[in-house]
Nanobody, 123 residues
Framework: VQLQASGGGLVQPGGSLTLSCEAS????????IGWFRQTPEKGREAVGVACMSSDDGQTYYQGSAKGRFTISRDSGNNIYYLQMNNLQAEDMAIYYC???????????????WGKGTPVTVSS
């Protein structure tokens, strides 16, 4: 399995950004894919910002992401997106996508990680 994250960049406070995670060589039928943040202060967060289950598209959002972030997917190409709106300084981090082999939606303890993509929020 390979996860390729992209889409990070510099955005002003209040701005928007969309991250992409392309999952390739996936042989599992059931899994969760999610986005996780890492900062120098906190390290990589144990619980994802947003996650989606592969079979039914069920989603989970961390509290700070609710109402601002949306996870979606292009099932045909196995690409998962994170649309981030109204970005603030506290959202600045390296964003990683991770995959967990699981029947149920679980947004923690991922089994496989891709390389991160940095998001900078600054005016």
């Amino acid at each position: 399995v390979q996860l390729q994250a992209s889409g990070g960049g510099l955005v002003q406070p209040g701005g928007s950004l969309t991250l992409s995670c392309e999952a390739s060589k996936v042989t599992f039928d059931y899994y969760t894919i999610g986005w996780f943040r890492q900062t120098p202060e906190k390290g990589r967060e144990a619980v994802g910002v947003a996650c989606m289950s592969s079979d039914d598209g069920q989603t989970y959002y961390q509290g700070s992401a609710k109402g601002r972030f949306t996870i979606s997917r292009d099932s045909g190409n196995n690409i998962y997106y994170l649309q981030m709106n109204n970005l603030q300084a506290e959202d600045m981090a390296i964003y990683y996508c991770g995959l967990k082999t699981t029947w149920a939606l679980k947004c923690y303890d991922m089994d496989i990680w891709g390389k991160g993509t940095p998001v900078t929020v600054s005016s």
